[in-house]
């Protein structure tokens, strides 16, 4: 989905149908989830509920959704099966926005919500609510159609939604706070009583969770996880970065650990298991497991299009790593990295495996922290291959993580400094 996409009325997306990349049918839309935010700004679009074949509703992250076109929707393919239960700063859009009665701020009128529209921001991947479609006059009757006159104003042109109207608590908080990065979110939920903290963390979607989880002290990532309902919480772990959600699930008792691995989708539970093998303050405890990864016959383009994916931190996608098949780590041979900048100077038509560079040895997964640092400070690296005996890439472990480990365990408290000053109380 392009930047500048055409915008699109959510009427025209009920029912339709959801493809994976093979063609294959998945089931069809059967509603459009919002979040509500403080004051006048338009909700963003977080996905879709969509039914199965077998009836089960589940939730499609719009970041798992390539293409709307033509009546029918594509996802990537990677779909969460378990059951679509609404957050508490969740909206649905044709159970609750629609046919809803709002007021109209120039004039005052009660007007009758018919439809909304929906578009992708500009050089972004979310997608916001940005029209509304109302009809004047009063709510028709179940006998009769109401009658007035139809108009299509913008979000802001309308009163009704927001969520100081509806009176919301921690999601009011939360909507405050949303522009903050997931540090400084941390930070705010650090200093919140334990109660107030709970409610924010279940107010936040999964991937949001997930991100702000990392950068919690320990005490604070277990508390909070510890007061998910366990498939809630097999969720967030999976949304969380490879390395991260191995690391809080060590510091779990093994009974919880294994309900939670038994939980998880069985590639991020082997992902798990395999980090958790490692010794911590080692690259195979350090590393991540999903680095960018591509054959030797891919090309240029190829890896720029894999480099501009928004989820990946800047240190992964400063390169790529090229292996024989299978692309999954533990993958084939290692073969060499490719580094961003080389790849900006090469024709798009050409190979990767023709500007490897495989100078470097790799991170043996045993290499310990103080090896590990003085690998990157030689070479000025951002991020490093993990490669075992065989030659297989198991990983990357990336800077981030080095300083993570290396910096004193109350870094987190003592390094953040917000501009604005945070209430804190347990209201």
Not at 116 to 130: G, T
Not at 227 to 248: F, G, I, T, W
């Amino acid at each position: 989905m392009a930047a500048g996409a055409p915008r699109i009325f959510v009427s025209h997306l009920q029912g339709v149908a959801v493809f994976d990349p093979a063609g294959d049918q998945v089931g069809r839309v059967r509603d459009l989830v919002v979040m509500l935010r403080v004051g006048q700004r338009p909700p963003r679009l977080l996905g879709l509920v969509v039914e199965l074949a077998t009836r089960r509703r589940i939730f499609l992250p719009m970041t798992r959704v390539t293409a709307i076109q033509s009546g029918q929707i594509i996802t990537t393919g990677v779909l969460n099966v378990r059951r679509f239960e609404q957050r508490p700063t969740e909206r649905l859009v044709f159970g609750e926005l629609l046919d809803r009665r709002v007021t109209l701020t120039e004039t005052g009128e009660e007007v009758t919500v018919l439809d909304l529209s929906v578009h992708q921001l500009p050089a972004r991947r979310e997608w916001e609510i940005d029209r509304v479609f109302v009809r004047k006059g009063r709510k028709g009757g179940a006998f009769r159609r109401a009658k007035g006159e139809a108009l299509t104003v913008e979000w802001t042109a309308v009163t009704g939604f927001s969520l100081e109207e509806q009176g919301q608590g921690a999601e009011s908080l939360l909507a405050t706070f949303e522009q903050l990065r997931p540090a400084d979110l941390a930070n705010v939920l650090h200093h919140l009583s334990s109660k107030r903290r709970a409610e924010v963390a279940a107010a936040l979607d999964d991937d949001r969770l997930a991100d702000v989880l990392e950068e919690l002290p320990e005490d604070d990532q277990i508390e909070i996880l510890g007061k998910l309902k366990e498939e809630r919480a097999a969720d967030v772990l999976e949304a969380m970065d490879p390395d991260d959600a191995a690391d809080l699930l060590g510091e779990l008792p093994t009974d919880d650990q294994e309900r939670l691995l038994s939980l998880m989708q069985p590639g991020d539970a082997a992902d798990m298991r395999r980090l958790m093998s490692y010794e911590d303050r080692t690259a195979g405890g350090l590393m991540t497991t999903e680095p960018i990864v591509l054959r030797p016959d891919a090309t240029v383009a190829d890896a720029l299009a894999r480099v501009r994916n928004a989820d990946l931190s800047p240190a992964l996608a400063a390169q790529v790593y090229v292996c024989r098949p299978p692309d999954d780590t533990p993958t084939g041979k290692y073969l060499g990295t490719v580094h961003f900048q080389r790849l900006l100077r090469e024709p798009p038509p050409s190979l990767v495996s023709s500007i490897l560079d495989n100078d470097l040895q790799p991170l043996d997964p045993e290499a310990d922290l103080p090896a590990i640092a003085g690998f990157f400070a030689t070479y000025d690296m951002v991020a490093a291959p993990v490669v075992d005996e065989a030659g297989a890439l198991l990983g990357a472990v990336t800077v981030d993580d080095v300083l993570d480990h290396m910096l004193p365990e109350d870094w987190r408290e003592t390094e953040f400094h917000l501009d604005e000053e945070v209430a804190t109380d347990g209201s």
